[in-house]
């Protein structure tokens, strides 16, 4: 049965909202300084929460620490981690509505997207849910007087920062494998979408975990982000954000105790449409769909087009046709697709970059102004970009797609000019060709007539300056383990 956006916003405006961080197993609410959970949808603030300064920072990394030195769950036997995280995915499910109100109250994604991203995030906590027992270390090759092998051991206090854009899928990405390795986390949510990361880490301690083991602290990135960053007592920073900011983190970790950082930054990502495409309409809706898709506020999104010259006019105006299904619209509706841009900020940094874009020489083949919604903006299509405009090499994170026509021989080159490495996109029928081009490209992930697909088991991060390390997949552990070796003398 579908919900009507009136039934939506009736539960909206009677949902609770969390008005505090999480310390210790406890809300807390402090009494300083107050971070105000602003929406989109709404004048006004939803609620206002603490803006946790070095000394509450202090507190929820103490609190981390001693639950890990207590053993409680960095100790408790694979069985025990396994049926706790198994809990906390039955609690996503449970409270799937609630979560994605939340998601769309705070950052205007459209409520269909939101309950998939609540589904989606049970099914990555599920997978690091079974995993517990399924990683392992090595027993080595050793004369017959020695014995020697390796562990994994959790590190013992991660700091992890995450966006906006996702505010319970990213937080998951790093919860999963780190709780599942047995580590206790101090989570930051970004200051647009707190309400979301502090609702899920509440639910975490429902599902048993034990006090301090998860704890969300709530702030601006220059002062909260920044203590985690600069503390010495946590072992690890775990990141998805910009690229300036991640750079941020690892100069903290240097200024402080060497701490590990796994970053995944920004991306340009480019989506490569050769003329033997197998499917060219079909193609053209997913460019579409990989930019225009939550509005562009995604790091991997497919923001430019690369177009081998023969076919350039007409696939551009196949793309053209495809973007007016984006339309943004009521987020609270499930029947809109994009809703508007996370806040004025954001809606003014797009609309610049449209105006930067035509004064390089750039022309809008669709859209390039503010859409029907209050703070949406229009699927916009430039078309005549260089490789060197800003509008090609800078990330905007909006509904902007700029395309560039090249020959066959210069699409990898063209793709690979850009600091940026996350993701990438080839369209071909020619099977060896396209293995050559998934070589030749440097992107942590790389799409084959497809885009934005993938499975729990795959890893995905970036190259360059689009992150270190990796999540999803088993590969994730190695962000929040320790490899340990040990070497018996038997003689």
Known sequence: MTTTATDWRARAAALPLPAHAFLDGEPFVGTGERLAATSPLRTGALAELPLCDEREVDAAVAAARRAFDGGAWSQAGPRERKRVMHAFVDLLAAHREELALLITLETGKAIRDALREIDSAGRELRFFAEAVDKVYGDVVPTPPEAFGYSAREPVGVVAAVTPWNFPVMMPVYKLGPALAAGNSVVLKPAEESSLAGVRLVELGAEAGLPDGVLNAVTGSGEVTGRALGLHPDVDVVTFTGSTAVGKLFLRYAGESNM????????????????????????????????????????????????????????????????????????????ATVVGPLVDRTQFERVVDYIGVGRAEGAVVATGGGPAAVELGVEPTVLTGVDPAMRVAREEIFGPVLATIGTAADDVAAVANDSIFGLAAGVWTSDVRRAHRLARELDAGSVYVNTYDRGENSLPFGGYKQSGIGVDRSLHAFEKYTRLKTVWFDLS
Do not use: M, T, Y
């Not at 991306?267 to 930019?291: H, M, N, T, Y």
């Open 259 to 334: 701490k590990s950082v796994w970053l995944e930054c920004g991306g340009k990502s480019p989506q490569i449409v050769l003329a033997d495409a197998p499917d060219l309409e079909r193609a053209a809706a997913f460019v579409a769909e990989g930019i225009f898709h939550g509005a562009g506020e995604v790091c991997n999104a497919g923001s430019r087009l690369i177009v081998e010259e023969g076919i350039h006019d007409d696939f551009v105006e196949l793309v053209v046709r495809e973007s007016a299904s984006w339309a943004p619209g009521d987020p609270l509706d499930e």
